[in-house]
């Protein structure tokens, strides 16, 4: 433990020894201010005060990225076959943000044609969500305020400097304290499984305007070992520590999918929590995990089966429809439409129980 508190002290450090002209946008303009290092902390949480840590570099000693810069598949070199992308897409304008990339920024806001996104993701967790950036109907940037509870990243918005908790999915501190994020979820799979599915989709490059070698991981082992850096409010050893499971969090309860390692095939669960019927299609393979209500807007309830070998496709339903890993219809009588989601994000199993206790496995 003391290694790897020295290791990740050591990374804080490189990556609050920027100049002045290295915090800028890619573009090249300035990241706005937040405001005083560690904002609000005067005021009332919705959490408790006491379990809220400084993680060590402060606020934006991290520096999260506005306006990223993207490239063809083809042209990345500084991701491997295994790394992990996050995927968002918004009609044919898909995009892949690498975890390579977020270990070293931890968040991305972008706009697409119909979207204000920030891509929120926490390396101590493994957690990564899409944030409407849209707050009250005014436009927002989002940054890391250097702070974390159970060890997952608290973000705060520039418009008021609240404070926000990724895994509860809601302002914890500030002036928006108790608003829910509008969530828009991600894809994650392997760069080698995005590459097949989406071969000329966008991908952040590393020219992100920082000085960073994004070819290496900035935590050591800790990925594989079995050692948290912070501590946590409630430790489940029903999994392993740092297993990969997909959370769904649904009024205020979460559910933990995992893979099903003992077969190479796409499957299908059928399953009901909180009271929405889910349909979780998954490939320990191509390493995913996703889920989608199974009843309609219009109130058809679908039943489903796996599609095998024709990513980015992976259900076809009852009525003949196909769909694919962001829910849409690609083919058949409800082609364009698109499956109901919910609020989900992989990461390690030890972040969704240390934040859902009553936590649920399937």
Not at 7 to 13: E, N, R
Not at 86 to 111: K, Q, S, T
Not at 231 to 254: Q, Y
Request: glycine residues 8%.
């Amino acid at each position: 433990m003391k290694t790897i508190s020295i290791f990740l002290f050591a990374s804080f450090v490189m990556l609050s020894a920027c100049t002045e002209e290295e915090i800028t946008n890619p573009d090249g303009s300035p990241i706005p201010p937040g405001g005083d290092d560690n904002n609000n902390q005067g005021s009332e949480w919705l959490i408790p005060k006491k379990e809220v840590r400084d993680g060590g570099p402060g606020k934006d000693g991290i520096p999260a990225i506005s306006g990223p810069n993207f490239g063809a598949p083809g042209a990345v070199d500084y991701l491997d076959d295994d790394d992990l992308v996050l995927g968002f897409a918004d009609g044919d304008d898909v995009r892949a943000y690498p975890h390579a990339i977020l270990d070293w920024h931890e968040i991305i806001n972008d706009n697409t044609a119909n979207h204000s996104l920030a891509v929120i993701y926490c390396p101590l967790t493994g957690t990564g969500i899409g944030w409407n950036r849209v707050i009250n109907d005014k436009e927002t940037t989002f940054g890391v305020s250097g702070l974390l509870y159970n060890t997952n990243i608290i973000p705060y918005d520039r418009e008021t400097d609240s404070n926000w908790s990724q895994l509860l999915l809601k302002s914890v501190n500030g002036e928006l304290k108790g608003t829910t994020a509008k969530t828009y979820n991600l894809f994650e799979t392997t760069w080698k499984t995005w590459k097949q599915m989406y071969p000329s989709a966008k991908v952040v490059t590393t020219e992100t305007g920082f000085n960073r070698n994004y070819g290496r991981y900035p935590y050591g082992s800790y990925k594989t070992n079995d050692n948290l850096i912070f501590p946590v409010s409630n430790n489940d050893s029903r999994l392993e520590l740092k297993e990969r499971v997909l959370g769904v969090i649904i009024a205020d309860e979460a559910k933990a999918y995992k893979f099903n390692k003992t077969t190479t095939e796409s499957r299908v669960t059928n399953d009901t929590f909180q009271n929405k019927k889910l349909v979780v299609a998954s490939n320990s393979a191509s390493n995913f995990i996703v889920a989608f209500q199974r009843t309609l807007g219009d109130g058809t309830e679908l039943s489903f089966e796996a599609v095998q070998n024709n990513l980015p496709v992976v259900l076809v339903d009852n009525e003949g429809t196909q769909w694919d890993v962001f829910g849409r219809g690609i083919s058949g009588p409800r082609a364009g439409e698109q499956l109901q989601s919910v609020p989900q994000m992989m990461g390690y199993w030890f972040s969704f129980a240390a934040f859902y206790p009553n936590i649920k496995i399937r």
